[in-house]
């Protein structure tokens, strides 16, 4: 029950067990990025929302991350 960030990708977050992920992790104080084509039923609770084509969105988002060294 740590977690610091959650990311929740190409999901509705409507179907359980991806459904109750979510509210654990905001309860024990996680962020919450959501990538996805669609509204999900958690969009409200996001820090950051990103709303399109996970196939352009997911490599944006990871790659700056690829060049940092591992902790």
């Known amino acids: 029950e740590a977690c610091d960030l959650l990311l ?5 977050l409507t179907v359980y067990p991806a459904a109750g992920v979510v509210p654990l992790a905001t309860r024990v104080g996680a962020r919450l990025i959501v ?5 999900t039923a958690f969009d ?4 950051v929302l990103l709303r399109g084509r996970i196939g352009d969105l997911l490599p944006a988002l990871v790659q700056p991350l690829e060049s940092r ?3």
Do not use: I, M
């Open 8 to 12: 929740a990708v190409g999901s509705t």
């Open 44 to 47: 409200a609770a996001a820090d």
């Open 69 to 71: 060294p591992h902790r």
């Open 35 to 39: 990538v996805n084509g669609e509204p």
